[in-house]
């Protein structure tokens, strides 16, 4: 079953007197049960993207879109208050910023009392809900639940935090969950946790996730399926395997190798040189462009992301140049 | 080598939520989360600091720059007391809007530290701005952005801009890249050892990526539970880690090795003793001397040192 289907997702911002124009013609589906991980450039617009999804963004943003449905149903009709409904519940995002998204003044046991009500709990009483919250903990490795509850947040450290956080959206059971660089503060072994935590659960209670992340290894390794975005567009998507081996964009391969670099034994990183402002809100021409290693005259024209052979899409006129290369 | 940076037997306490009941029935009401360490940092030199989430890596940065005070031991610069208000220490912080005033402009929370520390004109701190954003990664077209306006990349990259800013001698790196995708992330880690190169910048760099570590750091500092576990020339230790935890962390590089932490006993610092390993509830070499006194540091290799007593040949 189709869990989530965007369609055509443009969004804005109005800034002072003018408008810029951050995502535009963001498209992809998400199976039941399905990891769909999202990486890309910083900036490009992949925490927006799911903020619009979940109709998280600010009063500035102005979003249009031929198509947001979950589960079938047609998000874009939706009034604040069915919104708010579904929201934490149905589907829910553990925030880039583990501090900001807690309250500073109250403990962690507070925030899960408050999700608790969320999910219709009251019923259960403190205890009860204490009890899972504490068994939420535990499967994020949080050595001492019951001390954590007590805790305010600036009192946790920053991957305690984040474990926090990840421990309230479980706890909660929706079944779309955008997790937003979710491991970004935690050391090796507990990302390796964690990154097991989503995969009994996907498989648990049938959840899909958009895991966005920087990091390819686990991008690698959780994902079914990748989008790579720049500048406010997809440009490639497709089967992890065939992303990650044989990327076909000339970002995603810019990026892929110099993952490997930072694997390898080198004095300096290939850094991506060129123009990074021309990229946002470039209708006419291919935003890579400037950056591009391949760029030619026929670049500077719309460029759509098409279907290449069973490879996946791809928003580049070059892709087949890459055809069977590794 | 020419020290610039002392650390010695630093402990930084935390009280835990304790009321009088619990201080009366004999609860222990507070914990150290940096526990006897000492380091001494190199000038020029760049230092990584790896290890468990909440091991106390920001808390001894943060004592450093005094924002944590120090229950015992002393962090000296070049043997005197750190001096934190003159731009040559900065911080970048784990959390970047923490050092970033959400109603000033990028612009504007730039100009700040460059005003306080040089007394250019005001063609020459815009200048300045455009630069500082460039290295970064970013351009002028953010500098009437608010920090609310910037993705989580961008706003890092406003922070480090602004630790860059004043010049500083010494910069403690909190997490410094981890939100940044691997092309940007190039671009400041090259940018960070060029620095370090060209002007001898000192860096103390925490990070949860060792594959950054090791592009970076000259020594590794491995830390787990307020304790410093391992410390040696990156290189060195990556090839030979000896702690059982070291061992355990840089084993996940393998990816073939799906050895998982298991669901394990870990060290509770508010009820179990305090005196033994750290390490003990998750050690497979456990000896009787282990569960008496936490080791000391043994030297394993050169300039390599791990606290455990599988290193301790003293006696043979
Ligand atoms: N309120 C806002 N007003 C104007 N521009 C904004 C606003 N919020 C975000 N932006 C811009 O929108 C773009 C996309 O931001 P987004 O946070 O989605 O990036 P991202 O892909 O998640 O990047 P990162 O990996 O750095 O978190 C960025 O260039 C950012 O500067
Ligand atoms: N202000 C505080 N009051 C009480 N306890 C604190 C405070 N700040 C940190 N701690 C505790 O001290 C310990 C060390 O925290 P610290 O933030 O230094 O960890 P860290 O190594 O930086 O972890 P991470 O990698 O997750 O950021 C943690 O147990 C944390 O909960
Ligand atoms: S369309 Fe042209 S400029 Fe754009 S990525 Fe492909 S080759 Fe490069
Ligand atoms: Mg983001
Ligand atoms: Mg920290």
């Given at each position: 079953m189709k869990m989530l289907d965007v369609k055509g997702l443009n969004i804005s911002f109005a800034l002072d007197s003018s408008s810029i124009n951050i995502c535009s013609d963001v498209s992809f589906s998400l199976a039941q049960g399905k990891v769909l991980g999202l990486i890309g450039e910083s900036g490009s617009g992949k925490t927006i993207t799911c903020k619009a999804i979940l109709d998280l963004l600010p009063e500035n943003a102005e979003v249009e879109a031929k198509e947001i449905s979950f589960k079938g149903q047609n998000l874009l009709g939706l009034n604040q208050k069915e919104f708010d409904?579904?929201?934490?519940?149905?589907?829910?995002?553990?925030?880039q910023d583990p501090v900001g998204s807690f309250n500073p003044v109250k403990t962690i046991g507070w925030h899960f009392l408050h999700a608790g009500k969320r999910r219709n709990l009251k019923q259960y009483g403190r205890g009860r809900i204490f009890d899972d919250a504490e068994a939420a903990l535990k499967?994020?490795?949080?050595?001492?639940?019951?001390?954590?509850?007590?805790?305010?947040?600036?009192?946790?450290?920053?991957?305690m935090l984040q474990r926090c956080l990840i421990a309230l959206v479980l706890f909660l059971k929706p079944s779309l969950i955008v997790a937003d660089e979710p491991t970004t503060n935690l050391d090796n072994l507990v990302e390796r946790q964690i990154v097991d935590i989503f995969d009994k659960l996907r498989n648990k209670i049938d959840a899909s996730f958009i895991f966005i992340t920087h990091d390819m290894t686990i991008a690698e390794q959780i994902s079914d399926e990748i989008a790579v975005m720049y500048a406010g567009q997809i440009v490639?998507?497709?089967?992890?395997?065939?992303?990650?081996?044989?990327?076909h964009h000339p970002y995603t391969r810019a990026l892929i190798n110099t993952a490997r670099e930072l694997e390898s034994d080198v004095d300096v990183l290939t850094e991506i040189s060129g123009d990074i402002t021309s990229g946002l809100g470039v209708h006419d021409k291919c935003r890579f462009g400037p950056r591009c290693p391949l760029h030619s005259a026929e670049c500077d024209k719309p460029i759509e992301l098409?279907?290449?052979?069973?490879?996946?899409?791809?928003?580049?006129?070059?892709a087949e140049s890459f055809e069977g290369h590794v | 080598m020419n020290t610039i940076l002392e650390f010695d037997d630093v402990v930084v306490h935390f009280q835990a939520r304790g009321n009088l009941l619990s201080t009366l029935s004999g609860r222990k009401s507070g914990f150290n989360a940096v526990d006897h360490v000492s380091?001494?940092?190199d000038k020029g030199e760049i230092l990584g600091i790896a290890g468990e989430s909440g091991s106390g890596k920001t808390t001894i940065c943060k004592a450093a720059l005094g924002l944590h005070s120090t229950a015992s031991g002393a962090i000296t610069q070049e043997g005197k007391p750190l001096s934190i208000n003159n731009g040559s220490l900065q911080m970048i912080f784990q959390d970047p809007l923490s050092s970033l005033n959400p109603r000033q402009t990028v612009a504007k929370s730039l100009e700040t530290p460059l005003k306080l520390h040089k007394d250019d004109n005001k063609e020459n701190i815009d200048e300045t701005i455009d630069k500082l954003l460039n290295d970064v990664g970013l351009n002028e077209k953010f500098r009437n952005r608010f920090p609310h306006e910037l993705s989580g990349g961008q706003l890092q990259r406003v922070a480090i801009a602004r630790a860059l800013a004043t010049k500083p001698k010494i910069i403690f790196a909190d997490e410094a890249v981890s939100k940044l995708d691997v092309s940007v992330r190039a671009q400041i880690l090259n940018l960070l050892?060029?620095?370090?190169?060209k002007y001898n910048l000192t860096i103390i760099f925490v990070t949860h990526d060792l594959h950054v570590a090791h592009f970076l750091c000259d020594r590794i500092a491995i830390m787990y539970f307020g304790k410093l576990l391992e410390l040696g020339p990156t290189k060195e230790v990556y090839a030979n880690p000896c702690h059982p935890y070291t061992r355990e962390l840089l084993g996940t590089l393998d990816r073939d090795n799906h050895v998982i932490a298991s669901t394990r006993d870990i060290f509770n610092p508010l009820s179990d003793d305090v005196?033994?390993?750290?390490?003990?509830?998750?050690?497979?070499?456990v000896m009787d001397e282990c569960r008496k006194l936490h080791p000391d540091h043994y030297p394993v290799?050169?300039?390599?040192?791990?606290?455990c007593y599988l290193f301790d040949n003293e006696d043979d």
């Amino acid at each position: 079953m189709k869990m989530l289907d965007v369609k055509g997702l443009n969004i804005s911002f109005a800034l002072d007197s003018s408008s810029i124009n951050i995502c535009s013609d963001v498209s992809f589906s998400l199976a039941q049960g399905k990891v769909l991980g999202l990486i890309g450039e910083s900036g490009s617009g992949k925490t927006i993207t799911c903020k619009a999804i979940l109709d998280l963004l600010p009063e500035n943003a102005e979003v249009e879109a031929k198509e947001i449905s979950f589960k079938g149903q047609n998000l874009l009709g939706l009034n604040q208050k069915e919104f708010d409904a579904m929201r934490g519940t149905a589907m829910a995002m553990i925030f880039q910023d583990p501090v900001g998204s807690f309250n500073p003044v109250k403990t962690i046991g507070w925030h899960f009392l408050h999700a608790g009500k969320r999910r219709n709990l009251k019923q259960y009483g403190r205890g009860r809900i204490f009890d899972d919250a504490e068994a939420a903990l535990k499967e994020v490795e949080i050595a001492n639940p019951r001390e954590a509850l007590k805790k305010y947040p600036h009192q946790l450290s920053g991957g305690m935090l984040q474990r926090c956080l990840i421990a309230l959206v479980l706890f909660l059971k929706p079944s779309l969950i955008v997790a937003d660089e979710p491991t970004t503060n935690l050391d090796n072994l507990v990302e390796r946790q964690i990154v097991d935590i989503f995969d009994k659960l996907r498989n648990k209670i049938d959840a899909s996730f958009i895991f966005i992340t920087h990091d390819m290894t686990i991008a690698e390794q959780i994902s079914d399926e990748i989008a790579v975005m720049y500048a406010g567009q997809i440009v490639e998507h497709g089967n992890t395997a065939d992303i990650i081996d044989n990327p076909h964009h000339p970002y995603t391969r810019a990026l892929i190798n110099t993952a490997r670099e930072l694997e390898s034994d080198v004095d300096v990183l290939t850094e991506i040189s060129g123009d990074i402002t021309s990229g946002l809100g470039v209708h006419d021409k291919c935003r890579f462009g400037p950056r591009c290693p391949l760029h030619s005259a026929e670049c500077d024209k719309p460029i759509e992301l098409r279907n290449i052979g069973n490879h996946g899409q791809v928003r580049c006129i070059k892709a087949e140049s890459f055809e069977g290369h590794v | 080598m020419n020290t610039i940076l002392e650390f010695d037997d630093v402990v930084v306490h935390f009280q835990a939520r304790g009321n009088l009941l619990s201080t009366l029935s004999g609860r222990k009401s507070g914990f150290n989360a940096v526990d006897h360490v000492s380091l001494t940092v190199d000038k020029g030199e760049i230092l990584g600091i790896a290890g468990e989430s909440g091991s106390g890596k920001t808390t001894i940065c943060k004592a450093a720059l005094g924002l944590h005070s120090t229950a015992s031991g002393a962090i000296t610069q070049e043997g005197k007391p750190l001096s934190i208000n003159n731009g040559s220490l900065q911080m970048i912080f784990q959390d970047p809007l923490s050092s970033l005033n959400p109603r000033q402009t990028v612009a504007k929370s730039l100009e700040t530290p460059l005003k306080l520390h040089k007394d250019d004109n005001k063609e020459n701190i815009d200048e300045t701005i455009d630069k500082l954003l460039n290295d970064v990664g970013l351009n002028e077209k953010f500098r009437n952005r608010f920090p609310h306006e910037l993705s989580g990349g961008q706003l890092q990259r406003v922070a480090i801009a602004r630790a860059l800013a004043t010049k500083p001698k010494i910069i403690f790196a909190d997490e410094a890249v981890s939100k940044l995708d691997v092309s940007v992330r190039a671009q400041i880690l090259n940018l960070l050892k060029s620095l370090r190169d060209k002007y001898n910048l000192t860096i103390i760099f925490v990070t949860h990526d060792l594959h950054v570590a090791h592009f970076l750091c000259d020594r590794i500092a491995i830390m787990y539970f307020g304790k410093l576990l391992e410390l040696g020339p990156t290189k060195e230790v990556y090839a030979n880690p000896c702690h059982p935890y070291t061992r355990e962390l840089l084993g996940t590089l393998d990816r073939d090795n799906h050895v998982i932490a298991s669901t394990r006993d870990i060290f509770n610092p508010l009820s179990d003793d305090v005196r033994p390993c750290r390490y003990l509830n998750r050690c497979p070499h456990v000896m009787d001397e282990c569960r008496k006194l936490h080791p000391d540091h043994y030297p394993v290799g050169p300039e390599h040192t791990a606290a455990c007593y599988l290193f301790d040949n003293e006696d043979d």
